[in-house]
C-alpha cells in the first residue's frame, strides 16, 4: 500500500512538472480512481483478492496515458485562446474526439500485451493470472474514464493554458526538431546501430540466467535436519538440542524451536530421522555475521554439520518450504527424479547423479534420499533343517506370527460388540539373537528353537519405497545459491547426461520450480505470437496501411533494449516478473508510436512534404511521448527501489519499466523518425481507400490507384 500511495504522489508531482497546469494534473490523476473503481469491481466479478501479486503490479503511470495524450492535445491546440462556456465546450470536444481513436487503440493494445499471463496455468497461473485481471480491468476502466469522462472534467476545470506547456519543455522540443532531420539522414546507421545494440544486450542479458520467480526474503530460516532412518527419538532430541545451542551462537538468530518427526497421517508422514528448526532472524540491517541470506545459510550448514555426527542440514525459509513441497512434494528449490525397478540400482544411480551435480557452481544444499538404512530382521527359512524335523514352512512362521501380532484363539462378545482374543509370545527383545531363542513345534510334539530351523540375520532394509505414476522413484533435492535456476540446471542436465548411464527402463525428470518455468516457457511460446498477431491486426485495422502498421510494430524489438539494460545493471536474471515488465514495455513503446505516427500521418494528409511532416510531427508530440513515458517509469519508482517483504517480486518488474522506459524513449525518438522515412518512401496519402479494398489497403496506393514505390 505504500508503494501504491508515493507512486499516486509521484505521478501528480510528475504530470505538474511537465504539463504546467495543477488542475490539469489533478484532472488527469482523477483517472487513476476511477480506473481503480472499475478494476475492483472487475476482480469481484473474477474472484480476485487484493494481494502483492494482483495490487502490486499496477503502475499508476500506465494508466493516466491516455488522458495525457488528451490534455496534451487540447493545450496544444487551445493554448494562449479564450473560451468559456459552450465554446469551450464545442473546441474541447472536437480535438478529444480526433485524438480519441487513436487513444483507444492504443490502450486496447497495452491491454492485449497481458493475454499471454492469462493462458498461464498450474502455479504461475495462479500467481500472474490475477496480475493480468487486475491491470488489464484497470486499463480498461482508464480507457473509460479518458473516452468519456475526461473531456467533461477538462471542460469544466480547465481552461486553456496562457501557454504551450512550460518553457524547458519547449526548449527540449525545440532542440529536438532541429536534430530530428540529422537523425532521418543517418537513418540506416541509426537502425544497424539499433539492431546491432539489442543484439549485444541480447546475448549479454541471456548469460544471466533465468528464474521462475525471485526468491522473497521471509525474515526467518527453516534448518531442516535429516539423519539415519534407524536414529532412535532419545538420540535425534540430543543432537536437536547441540544444533539449537549451535545456531544461537549466531548473533542473527533470537529465537528456535525444533520439531522431529511428525503425527503418523497421510499429509505429512516423517519419523525421528526428520527435524525442522524455525530460526526467527533479526532484522537484517543487524547482522554482523553475513551480507545476505544465502550467505547465512551458508554458515549455518557449516558449523552444524562439522559440530553435529551423523547430521545433514538444509536451509530454506517456512514459507518457501511448504510451497516448494506443494508443487513438487519436495521442499529443494530443484527436486532430480530417478524412476526404475530395483531400490538397490536406483540408490546407486541416484547418488552417482548427487556427486555429478555436487560440482557445479552453485549447488547449496545436496541430498540424495535415504530409501535404504531402515533396520531389518531378515528370516530364510532352511527347508533340510526343516525336513529332518518334519516340519512345513508355516509352521516356523506361525511362531514369529505370534510374536509380532499374536494368534486369534477366540472371541469375546460384549453385549452387540465383539473382540478378537489373541496369544502373544513376544521375542525378549527386537534382536536377531533373542527371535531365534523362540521356540516351534514338531509334529512328533517336541519344541525346537526357531534358530535350528531358519537363517537369521540383522541388516538395512526401505525406509521407504515411494512410487509416482506406479514407478518406484528416489529424490535428489537441490537447494541453489548465488546462482539463477536455469543455467544450473542446464549444466546439471549436460553434466549427468555424459557422466551418468542409465540402465534399460530407468528415466530422469527434472522437477520443482524448473518444471513451473518450463511449463510457462512452453505455455508462453504458443501464446505471445498469437497476442502479437492481434496486435498487429489491430494496428493494420487502425491506419488501414503496412507501411504505418510495420514501423509501429518495429518498436516492440527496439523497447526491449532498455529493459535488458536495466536488469544488466542491476545483476538481475530474466524471471515471470520480468516477463510482465517487458510486456508492459512493449505496450508503452506501441503507445507512443501511435501518437506519432498519427500526427504524422495527419499532416500528410492536410499536404505537408513527408520529411517535414516526420520531423515536425514528432516535434508536435514530443512532450505527450515524454510525459507518458516518464510517468510511466516513475510509476514504479518506490517498487524498484523497495526493501520491504515481497519487494524480490516486484523488483525485476520495475527495473525493466524504470530504467527501460527511458532508454527506450531516447531510442524511440532517435530512430523511429528513420524508420517511418524509409516506409513512407514514396508514400502518398490515400483519400478514399475503403475498407474492404484490399490492394489500396495492403500497398498504400493513391487515391487514383498508381503504386507507391
Do not use: C
Not at 534448518?223 to 545451542?245: F, Y
Not at 551423523?310 to 508443487?327: A, W
Not at 505414476?469 to 549436460?494: C, F, M, P
Not at 527511458?662 to 496519402?685: M, V, W
Amino acid at each position: 500500500m505504500t508503494n501504491l500511495s508515493e507512486g499516486v504522489l509521484i505521478v501528480t508531482l510528475v504530470l505538474t512538472f511537465f504539463l504546467g497546469t495543477i488542475r490539469g494534473a489533478l484532472a488527469v490523476v482523477l483517472g487513476i480512481p476511477v480506473s481503480m473503481s472499475i478494476a475492483l469491481l472487475f476482480m469481484h466479478l473474477f474472484g480476485v483478492t487484493g494481494d502483492l501479486m494482483s495490487l502490486g503490479a499496477i503502475d499508476f503511470g500506465f494508466l493516466v496515458d491516455g488522458p495525457i495524450v488528451i490534455l496534451e492535445a487540447i493545450i496544444a491546440a487551445t493554448a494562449g485562446r479564450k473560451l468559456v462556456g459552450f465554446a469551450r465546450a464545442r473546441e474541447y470536444a472536437s480535438i478529444a474526439s480526433a485524438v480519441a481513436r487513436p487513444v483507444a487503440f492504443a490502450v486496447a493494445i497495452i491491454m492485449l500485451v497481458y493475454i499471454p499471463l492469462l493462458a498461464l496455468e498450474g502455479v504461475e497461473g495462479k500467481m500472474f493470472r490475477p496480475m493480468a485481471i487486475t491491470m488489464a480491468s484497470a486499463l480498461f476502466g482508464a480507457l473509460v474514464y479518458a473516452v468519456l469522462f475526461f473531456p467533461a472534467v477538462l471542460v469544466t476545470a480547465v481552461p486553456p493554458s496562457k501557454n504551450h506547456g512550460p518553457r524547458w519543455l519547449e526548449w527540449l522540443a525545440e532542440r529536438y526538431e532541429e536534430i530530428a532531420p540529422f537523425a532521418i539522414r543517418i537513418r540506416w546507421f541509426a537502425i544497424a546501430g539499433g539492431v546491432g545494440l539489442l543484439l549485444v544486450t541480447a546475448s549479454i542479458f541471456g548469460a544471466q540466467g533465468a528464474e521462475f520467480i525471485p526468491r522473497i526474503f521471509e525474515g526467518d530460516a527453516m534448518v531442516t535436519i535429516r539423519r539415519a532412518p534407524s536414529i532412535s527419538l532419545d538420540e535425534a532430541r540430543r543432537l536437536d538440542l547441540m544444533t539449537e545451542q549451535i545456531l544461537h551462537e549466531f548473533p542473527e538468530v533470537e529465537s528456535t524451536l525444533g520439531m522431529t518427526g511428525r503425527a503418523e497421517v497421510a499429509t505429512d508422514p516423517v519419523g525421528a530421522d526428520n527435524t525442522d528448526i524455525l530460526t526467527r532472524l533479526a532484522p537484517m540491517k543487524e547482522w554482523t555475521s553475513a551480507t545476505d541470506f544465502d550467505d547465512l545459510s551458508q554458515k549455518f550448514k557449516d558449523a552444524i554439520e562439522s559440530r553435529v555426527p551423523g547430521t545433514f542440514v538444509s536451509v530454506s525459509q517456512p514459507i518457501e518450504d511448504r510451497t516448494n513441497e506443494l508443487i513438487s512434494g519436495s521442499r529443494a528449490h530443484v527436486q532430480i527424479q530417478l524412476f526404475g525397478n530395483e531400490l538397490e540400482e536406483l540408490t546407486e544411480i541416484a547418488q552417482q547423479i548427487g556427486d555429478t551435480v555436487r560440482d557445479i557452481p552453485g549447488t547449496g544444499d545436496l541430498r540424495v534420499e535415504r530409501i535404504l538404512g531402515a533396520p531389518m530382521i531378515n528370516i530364510v527359512a532352511d527347508r533340510a533343517k526343516m525336513a529332518r524335523h518334519g516340519m512345513e514352512v508355516e509352521d516356523a512362521f506361525l511362531s514369529l506370527r505370534a510374536a509380532r501380532e499374536g494368534i486369534q484363539s477366540g472371541e469375546v462378545y460384549e453385549q452387540e460388540r465383539r473382540f478378537d482374543i489373541r496369544v502373544i509370545q513376544p521375542a525378549a527383545e527386537p534382536t536377531a539373537e533373542a527371535i531365534g531363542e523362540l521356540f516351534v513345534s514338531t509334529p512328533a510334539g517336541l519344541s525346537v528353537p526357531l534358530k535350528e530351523v531358519v537363517e537369521l540375520s540383522e541388516g538395512d532394509g526401505p525406509s521407504v519405497v515411494r512410487r509416482q505414476d506406479r514407478r518406484r522413484a528416489i529424490r535428489v533435492e537441490v537447494n541453489i545459491r548465488g546462482r539463477d535456476l536455469v543455467s544450473w540446471v542446464q549444466d546439471a542436465q549436460a553434466a549427468v547426461e555424459a557422466n551418468v548411464q542409465l540402465p534399460t527402463g530407468y528415466r530422469i525428470e527434472w522437477g520443482g520450480q524448473f518444471e513451473n518455468f518450463e511449463r510457462a516457457q512452453a505455455r508462453l511460446a504458443i501464446v505471445i505470437p498469437i497476442a502479437i498477431a492481434i496486435i498487429f491486426g489491430m494496428l493494420l485495422w487502425m491506419f488501414h496501411n503496412l507501411r504505418f502498421a510495420f514501423s509501429v510494430f518495429a518498436l516492440v524489438p527496439i523497447s526491449l533494449i532498455g529493459g535488458m539494460i536495466g536488469m544488466i545493471l542491476r545483476g538481475l536474471p530474466f524471471s515471470l516478473p520480468a516477463a510482465v515488465g517487458f510486456i508492459a514495455l512493449g505496450g508503452i513503446a506501441v503507445l507512443n508510436g501511435v501518437i506519432i505516427a498519427t500526427e504524422v500521418r495527419k499532416r500528410i494528409h492536410e499536404g505537408e512534404e513527408i520529411e517535414s511532416a516526420i520531423v515536425r510531427g514528432t516535434a508536435h508530440v514530443f512532450r505527450a511521448v515524454l510525459t507518458t513515458a516518464t510517468v510511466a517509469a516513475l510509476g514504479f519508482l518506490p517498487m524498484a527501489t523497495a526493501t520491504t517483504a515481497g519487494a524480490e517480486v516486484q523488483r525485476p518488474l520495475a527495473t525493466v519499466v524504470v530504467i527501460g522506459m527511458f532508454i527506450s524513449t531516447a531510442l524511440t525518438l532517435i530512430i523511429f523518425p528513420g524508420i517511418l522515412r524509409i516506409a513512407l518512401r514514396g508514400y502518398e496519402p490515400a483519400t478514399d481507400v475503403e475498407g474492404d479494398d484490399w490492394e489500396s489497403f495492403i500497398a498504400g496506393e493513391h487515391a487514383s490507384g498508381q503504386p507507391a514505390e
